[in-house]
């Protein structure tokens, strides 16, 4: 099945640091999402990304729907420590229309003070 | 005002038995999910229903059923429940099935 692969896994850095994750798949996906889950609640909506090419940012966070269409980052500027959490890319194949996402396997940040 | 709620937060319950989760969105959207986290955080969609119409089911087992009484509302009912079945448990919605998903706060389900 349809596989994204999320790296890294967890990133362990100091306040005030910038943050890359990025998120690859072997298939062509026509959106991109990203998603941060803080522990006991839900996922919780960052960035989505509609278009190849798409640079987006939403305060300190930027995102990239790569131009192949089968790649994705994310950037945190200046890391503060509530910016703690898993954060997670989810994809939909250009080919679904069931409104399945896929997800990565999620990059754990801790930021230090 | 709490955009996709589910209820209960927490589920203890025994093998066997059966047990439901309700959730409920207030967006106005016309298409909602639920999906499972395991215990490695990994999300999988399990259905996804569109205007009350059961769109996905993602080899998830009969012992499973969703029930959309209308579009707001998208309940799991979970019969002859196993010990695998322990995990979190999380509702979403999106306008339609290109747009993004917003997530409830989950239901933690632990079969003892």
Known sequence: ?113 | DTAVSQTPKYLVTQMGNDKSIKCEQNLGHDTMYWYKQDSKKFLKIMFSYNNKELIINETVPNRFSPKSPDKAHLNLHINSLELGDSAVYFCASSQDLITEQYFGPGTRLTVT
């Open chain 1, 1 to 113: 099945g349809q596989q994204l692969n999320q790296s890294p896994q967890s990133m362990f850095i100091q306040e005030g640091e910038d943050v890359s994750m990025n998120c690859t798949s072997s298939s062509i996906f026509n959106t991109w999402l990203w998603y941060k889950q803080d522990p006991g609640e839900g996922p919780v909506l960052l960035i989505a990304l509609y278009k190849a090419g798409e640079l987006t940012s939403n305060g300190r966070l930027t995102a990239q729907f790569g131009i192949t269409r089968k790649d994705s980052f994310l950037n945190i500027s200046a890391s503060i420590p509530s910016d703690v959490g898993i954060y997670f890319c989810a994809g939909r194949s250009g080919s679904s229309n069931t409104g399945k996402l896929i997800f990565g396997q999620g990059t754990t940040l801790q930021v230090k003070p």
